[in-house]
C-alpha cells in the first residue's frame, strides 16, 4: 500500500558530502514520524536522525553538527544532508516512516522501510 525509495548515497572522501532522499509514495493519509537509520557490517542497525511531521530533528551523537535532516510535507519526502563525512559514516543508509494510509473507508498504519542505500566514505 505504500513505499519508500531511498536515493542519493555514493563513494565519497572524507571530509565531502552527500544528500539521501527518501520518497514516500501509496495510498497515504498522513505520515507522522520519519527517520534515517544505518547499519553497518557486523554492526547492529542504529538510529542516525529522526523528524516528526512538525519537522522537529533529532540526531545521534555521532552525527550531531554534520548531518542535517529535513522534511517536505507536501512531497511525502524527507532528506538528509551529510557533511563532513568520515570513514566510519560507512554504511547502508535506511528510511523509516510511521504512516497511516488509506484502507477502505478509513486507514491503517503501519511502519515502512526503504530498501536502504550505500554510503562509502574512503579516507
Known amino acids: 500500500q505504500v513505499q519508500l525509495v531511498e536515493s542519493g548515497g555514493g563513494l565519497v572522501q572524507a571530509g565531502g558530502s552527500l544528500r539521501l532522499s527518501c520518497a514516500a509514495s501509496?495510498?497515504?493519509?498522513?505520515?507522522?514520524?520519519m527517520g534515517w537509520y544505518r547499519q553497518a557490517p557486523g554492526k547492529q542497525r542504529e538510529m542516525v536522525a529522526t523528524?516528526?511531521?512538525?519537522?522537529?530533528?533529532d540526531y545521534a551523537d555521532s552525527v550531531k553538527g554534520r548531518f542535517t535532516a529535513s522534511r517536505d510535507n507536501a512531497k511525502n519526502t524527507m532528506y538528509l544532508q551529510m557533511n563532513s563525512l568520515k570513514p566510519e559514516d560507512t554504511a547502508v543508509y535506511y528510511c523509516?516512516?510511521?504512516?497511516?494510509?488509506?484502507w477502505g473507508l478509513g486507514a491503517q498504519r503501519t511502519d515502512t522501510w526503504g530498501q536502504g542505500t550505500q554510503v562509502t566514505v574512503s579516507s
Open positions: 523509516h516512516a510511521d504512516i497511516r494510509y488509506y
Open positions: 501509496g495510498s497515504i493519509f498522513r505520515i507522522n514520524n
Open positions: 523528524v516528526t511531521s512538525g519537522g522537529s530533528a
